[in-house]
Nanobody, 119 residues
Framework: QVQLVESGGGLVQSGDSLRLACAAS????????MGWFRQAPGKEREFVAA????????RYADSVKGRFTISRDNAKNTLYLQMNSLKPEDTAVYYC????????????WGQGTQVTVSS
């Protein structure tokens, strides 16, 4: 099992920055990819960004490209999401997720952290 705990959410103004963190514990060595997803009120959960734990290759949703950066600190077993130039439409609960090697979908999810961007 892998446990994921997000932190860093909050209330900010349009144009501000935030950095989310996701601390992973447990059998983290079995994971090959981690990602961030978000869910706004009344909407389905959507992909934000992901990073390969094998070669650090990253992928982003078009809506956040150039503004968000996903990274990881292996020594701390922590995943980050640096969010710059935040917009009101970025308001959502942000979830961290991890995928086991060989899985076709994400296996583990955090509890989420709220990000609210006021205009």
């Amino acid at each position: 099992q892998v446990q994921l705990v997000e932190s860093g959410g909050g209330l900010v103004q349009s144009g501000d920055s935030l950095r989310l963190a996701c601390a992973a514990s447990g059998r983290t060595f079995s994971n090959d990819r981690m990602g961030w997803f978000r869910q706004a009120p009344g909407k389905e959960r959507e992909f934000v960004a992901a990073i390969s734990l094998i070669d650090s290759n990253t992928r982003y949703a078009d809506s956040v490209k150039g503004r968000f950066t996903i990274s990881r600190d292996n020594a701390k077993n922590t995943l980050y999401l640096q969010m710059n130039s935040l917009k009101p439409e970025d308001t959502a609960v942000y979830y961290c997720a991890a995928k086991k090697g060989g899985s076709i979908r994400y296996d583990y999810w955090g509890q989420g952290t709220q990000v609210t961007v006021s205009s």
